[in-house]
């Protein structure tokens, strides 16, 4: 029976690498079922790669619900990470309490993720521990803050910010994160904060030593031309294979090469 608690903390304890890879539907995910990746993220960076919007905040808990269901369905040997959207929980506990207990009553998600490292943040990480609902957090650029972080900017650059999000990395594991994201942060913040907490680090854009990676699927896949960003590695170039692949349909299309004899249904 898969547990991410258990199947995280043991790739700690061994120091084997633990990746993580974005997915939003039952097509992809059952590709993914098939590969050896640890973990799928149904990230709330839907907002930006599925729905076309530039942030991540219009994303609703019934749109997380909806994708980590037909997540869920294609990959069921994967532990599955649903994130919390914006507003789901920034306006209480008890709020955050039944946005995370209704993701993981109405889908099969094994934890949720939590963005911040408030007061309120770090008590509803506590409660939803004592209820039994696991919490990955997520910290340096927490894209729900873009607002207010003047951007999507690298995050723990001066000493002050380095030092707080060392120190809240620690109170986020004390009450009861599993494993903690670190988005755009340092290499070397990455590595101090991963040797200085029990859990599992993972990191995008946070460098080589974090316990693990996270990239969501499309940049991996280059399905987006126009996304460069220094910290991305692409394995594939979709962008161009599937303008390909649409551009000769049309092509066989107009010029009557399909379908062909062999497509049609004989009387
Ligand atoms: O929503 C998401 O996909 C994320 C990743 C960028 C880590 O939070």
């Given at each position: 029976?898969k547990?991410?608690i258990l199947?995280?903390?043991k ?6 690498p ?5 997915c939003y539907?039952?097509?992809?995910a ?7 990746v640890d973990?799928?993220?149904v990230g709330d960076?839907?907002?930006n790669?599925?729905?076309g919007h ?12 909806y994708?980590?269901?037909?997540v ?6 994967k ?12 306006t209480?506990?008890?709020d955050?309490?039944?946005a995370a ?9 094994d934890?949720?993720?939590l963005?911040g ?5 770090i008590?509803l990480?506590?409660?939803l ?5 696991p919490?990955m957090?997520?910290l ?22 380095r ?10 594991v004390?009450a009861?994160?599993?494993a903690?994201?670190f988005e ?11 040797e200085?907490i029990s859990?599992p680090?993972?990191g ?9 990676q996270?990239?969501?699927?499309q940049?991996?896949?280059g399905?987006n031309?126009?996304f460069h960003?220094k ?12 303008k390909?692949?649409v551009?000769d349909y049309?092509?066989d299309v107009?010029?009557?090469l ?5 497509n049609?249904f004989?009387?």
């Amino acid at each position: 029976m898969k547990n991410i608690i258990l199947e995280f903390k043991k790739k700690k304890e061994t120091n084997t690498p633990i990746s993580v890879i974005t997915c939003y539907d039952y097509s992809f995910a059952k590709l993914f079922a098939q590969t050896e990746v640890d973990s799928i993220l149904v990230g709330d960076s839907m907002g930006n790669v599925i729905q076309g919007h530039g942030s991540t905040m219009p994303v609703t808990l019934d749109d997380i619900i909806y994708h980590t269901n037909a997540v869920c369905r294609g990959a069921s040997n994967k532990t599955i990470i649903a994130d919390m959207p914006f507003l789901s929980y920034q306006t209480s506990v008890s709020d955050g309490i039944r946005a995370a207990g209704t993701i993981m009553k109405e889908t099969k998600a094994d934890c949720v993720k939590l963005e911040g490292d408030s007061d309120l943040v770090i008590e509803l990480t506590q409660r939803l521990n004592e209820i039994g609902v696991p919490v990955m957090s997520h910290l340096g650029l927490t894209p729900q803050s873009f607002n207010t972080l003047g951007g999507y900017k690298v995050q723990g650059k001066t000493p002050e910010s380095r030092a707080r999000m060392i120190q809240k990395s620690k109170e986020l594991v004390d009450a009861g994160a599993f494993a903690v994201l670190f988005e755009m942060i340092p290499e070397s913040l990455g590595k101090e904060i991963t040797e200085s907490i029990s859990v599992p680090t993972i990191g995008i854009g946070a460098g080589r030593y974090t316990s693990g990676q996270v990239l969501v699927m499309q940049d991996l896949l280059g399905m987006n031309d126009e996304f460069h960003p220094k910290f991305l590695k692409k394995y594939a170039n979709f962008a161009d294979d599937i303008k390909k692949a649409v551009g000769d349909y049309h092509d066989d299309v107009v010029k009557h090469l399909f379908p062909g004899e062999e497509n049609g249904f004989k009387d």
